[in-house]
């Protein structure tokens, strides 16, 4: 069979026999697939140090019959993030991307719309060496994209505007209510943090000012769209515990 070549961004890789990886990637043709990377584990491997966490990389690989897993031959590094790959707290955010990217996309379906969003978010990791605002604007957006997101403005239960008051959120539920049908375990999200929402759908996240990390909204909102992440998907996103407490 003939090579393939796609753009893509490296998900997840494991150590496979002594000098194999299994790579878990996101082609911007392909979608999510994955794949052995022969010889990547030795020293001298052309390719097997482009591998890393969210790197964006062009790869050529060809599918194979029999197997679910495509074989690369090739990968060449095409954008680097070695500050925050190497850093624990950033590269925290980092896996914490590529976890929610594997539990939300399907096997083998294209989306842009994600290729564009993950390399946005990574890239301003890197660019602000800080996570918080980032990660926020991508646990967002994900929801977003996935048809997930609920009405910002109403209690869902009862339908009565927020208005000033803060509406509440958990993993046990999909949408935000009002203090009257507050459950148990539920978190606040504030009127600024929803109006974080309304500047992340109208402005990009590199015009996003620095001030905004420090403010509790982002993580309010990244807790929200984190929680209705793992209520869509009924799975928890493990790599979440390693963030920082809210
Ligand atoms: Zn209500």
């Known amino acids: 069979m003939p090579a393939r070549e796609t ?19 996101l082609g911007r043709t392909s979608g999510r697939m994955r794949g052995v990377a022969a010889g990547a584990r030795r020293i001298k491997n052309r390719y097997g140090s482009t591998l890393e966490l969210l790197a964006h990389v062009q790869l050529w690989y060809v599918e194979r019959e029999t197997r679910d897993l495509v074989r690369i031959q090739q990968a060449e590094l095409l ?39 993950i390399l946005l978010t990574v890239r301003e990791v890197e660019r602000r060496g800080n996570g918080i605002l980032p990660l926020s604007y991508f646990a967002f957006w994900t929801v977003r994209l996935a048809g997930w997101l609920p009405r910002f403005d109403v209690c869902a239960e009862c339908g009565k505007p927020f208005a000033d008051r803060p509406a509440f959120q958990s993993a046990s539920h999909p949408g935000l209510v009002c203090g009257e049908h ?20 109208r402005e990009g996240l590199a015009k996003l000012d620095a001030a905004l990390e420090s403010q509790p909204w982002a993580r309010e909102l990244r ?7 793992e209520h869509h998907t009924e799975r928890k996103l493990l790599t979440r515990e390693l963030l920082e407490t809210p």
Do not use: C
């Open 182 to 201: 507050r459950r148990s375990g539920m978190k606040p999200v504030s009127s600024d943090a929803r109006h974080l929402a309304e500047v992340f759908t």
């Open 7 to 25: 753009e893509a961004i490296i998900l997840k890789t494991f150590a496979l026999g002594e000098a194999d990886r299994l790579v878990s990637f």
């Open 79 to 117: 954008e680097s993030f070695n500050k925050s790959q190497s850093d624990y707290e950033l590269s925290t955010s980092l896996a914490l991307v590529s976890e929610t990217v594997e539990l939300v996309l399907p096997e083998h379906e294209p989306s842009e719309p994600m290729f564009r969003l």
């Open 223 to 229: 807790e929200a769209a984190l929680n209705w992440i």
